[in-house]
């Protein structure tokens, strides 16, 4: 399942998101479609970074989410910048749960995919199944599908070598959204919705972040706990 939100981050916390990620935004790296920098926000001791960052994202989104959220002690599971290249290619079809399932026995990581710039299909828009779409208030069931069949592809250039099975996208694409998003604005969606992402065909890259929210409760590792950023 899914749901959007609007003006989940304001102009002044993506200015300076973008400012500290600019050795990214600018990188001409030939072998990588997408640029993600996984310590861009680390708390590993001294090698802490841009915690004050992911705090006034935290503090933007987690009042628009947590009151349909059951969780006893959230925690951000993790944070990532999705930085898609000009020409980068499109991450096909899987569910997020295939990947984790061993660090997530219970299925409770949500995951927040905010637009930092106006994004469209043609600069690597999310395409979800259009009849999983709910509103705000009905995130409170997320978590609670099924886990299609996945296939290992090694060597895979999008990133995500786990994909659906070929023969069940067909169906998928029958009943596929694309997810425009205005800057600042998010989907949020959770670990059994179906998700790719187009190529960007742009000459600019795609900028866009995730931030994932999840039980504390059996988790050997997540990044930092809500209630260290202030939330309770």
Not at 49 to 73: C, F, G, M, T
Not at 132 to 154: A, C, R, T, Y
Not at 183 to 205: K, W, Y
């Amino acid at each position: 399942m899914w749901a959007t939100s609007e003006n989940i981050l304001s102009g002044e916390i993506i200015e300076n998101l973008l400012c500290r990620a600019d050795y990214l935004i600018s990188s001409n790296k030939g072998d990588q479609h997408v640029f993600v920098d996984k310590d861009f926000f680390s708390n590993n001791g001294n090698k802490s970074r841009n915690l004050d960052v992911l705090n006034s994202i935290h503090q933007s989104v987690w009042p628009k989410i947590s009151e349909q959220l059951a969780y006893k002690e959230p925690v951000i599971d993790h944070a990532v910048l999705l930085f898609k290249k000009p020409g980068g290619v499109e991450t096909e079809w899987h569910q997020d749960r295939a990947y984790w399932a061993t660090r997530d026995e219970k299925a409770s990581i949500i995951s927040v995919w905010i637009a930092l710039e106006d994004i469209t299909e043609e600069r690597g828009a999310l395409n979800l199944v259009k009849s999983n779409e709910v509103d705000m208030p009905s995130i409170s069931d997320f978590n609670n599908g099924s886990l299609m069949d996945h296939e290992l592809i090694e060597d895979k250039k999008g990133g995500f070598p786990l994909l659906i099975k070929s023969e069940l996208i067909p169906e998928i694409e029958s009943d596929v959204e694309i997810i425009n998003l205005k800057r600042g604005s998010a989907v949020i969606f959770d670990s059994f919705e179906p998700h790719m992402s187009r190529e960007n065909i742009s000459n600019t890259p795609r900028l866009a972040m995730k931030i994932a929210y999840s039980e504390r409760e059996d988790k050997d590792y997540f990044l930092i706990s809500a209630s260290d950023l202030g939330t309770k």
